[in-house]
T-cell receptor, first 115, second 113 residues
Framework: EAGVAQSPRYKIIEKRQSVAFWCNPI?????LYWYQQILGQGPKLLIQ????????DSQLPKDRFSAERLKGVDSTLKIQPAKLEDSAVYLC?????????????FGNGTRLTVT | GDSVTQMEGPVTLSEEAFLTINCTYT??????LFWYVQYPGEGLQLLLK?????DKGSNKGFEATYRKETTSFHLEKGSVQVSDSAVYFC????????????FGKGTKLTVNP
């Protein structure tokens, strides 16, 4: 089966600019996650979708970050305006239904550098 | 809140050496525990998991046992190979069935021939 697809692979922007990342989960996976991985740290959950509804966005900095999952398939994560501390790898993951025995499949991530 | 603490890296070993990467956790209730691996240039992959106390997860020669009394889930392998060079992440999923994961900081392993 095809894996989780993310684009772009790399992005460099200046602070205060905006940026968007795209994720296409594995076909049929209802649950989609966005994680932020800062260099030297483990991934941190930003937002979790179940189909096109938000399950958990408690750690999403909503003043600058937004995410949507229209039609319950693809998802986009946007940052506007970006700050230096947003430099990180943004990982998208999907699972069949978000339950205990439904493993997460991760994409290769988008590496964002904010200068 | 829930948290995971891993041993600091990097770890450098010779081929066929014994590997231990320590992981301890703090969580309310009874979390599920995971080890994920990230090979160079690739995405995170599930290596093994355990869902209840005393369970042993195993895969590709790696093992980890869920120890509730010591709140630990240490990763071990008896004989590492060069191809095991990667970053290893310990993670937990809180009680409730969600796969929403809390990760440790990761431990980079380099195996030399």
């Amino acid at each position: 089966e095809a894996g989780v697809a993310q684009s772009p692979r790399y992005k460099i922007i200046e602070k205060r600019q905006s940026v968007a990342f795209w994720c296409n989960p594995i076909s049929g996976h209802a649950t989609l996650y966005w994680y932020q991985q800062i260099l030297g740290q483990g991934p941190k959950l930003l937002i979790q979708f179940q189909n096109n509804g938000v399950v958990d966005d408690s750690q999403l900095p909503k003043d600058r970050f937004s995410a949507e999952r229209l039609k319950g398939v693809d998802s986009t994560l946007k940052i506007q305006p970006a700050k230096l501390e947003d430099s990180a790898v943004y990982l998208c993951a999907s699972s069949l239904d978000g339950r205990m025995n439904s493993p997460l499949h991760f994409g290769n991530g988008t590496r964002l550098t904010v200068t | 809140g829930d948290s995971v603490t891993q041993m600091e890296g990097p770890v450098t070993l010779s081929e066929e050496a014994f590997l231990t990467i320590n992981c301890t956790y703090t969580a309310t209730g009874y979390p599920s525990l995971f080890w994920y691996v990230q090979y160079p240039g690739e995405g995170l992959q599930l290596l093994l998991k355990a869902t209840k106390a005393d369970d042993k997860g195993s895969n590709k020669g790696f093992e980890a046992t869920y120890r509730k009394e010591t709140t630990s889930f240490h990763l071990e392998k008896g004989s590492v190979q060069v191809s095991d060079s990667a970053v290893y992440f310990c993670a937990l999923s809180a009680q409730g069935g969600s796969e929403k994961l809390v990760f440790g900081k990761g431990t980079k392993l380099t195996v030399n021939p």
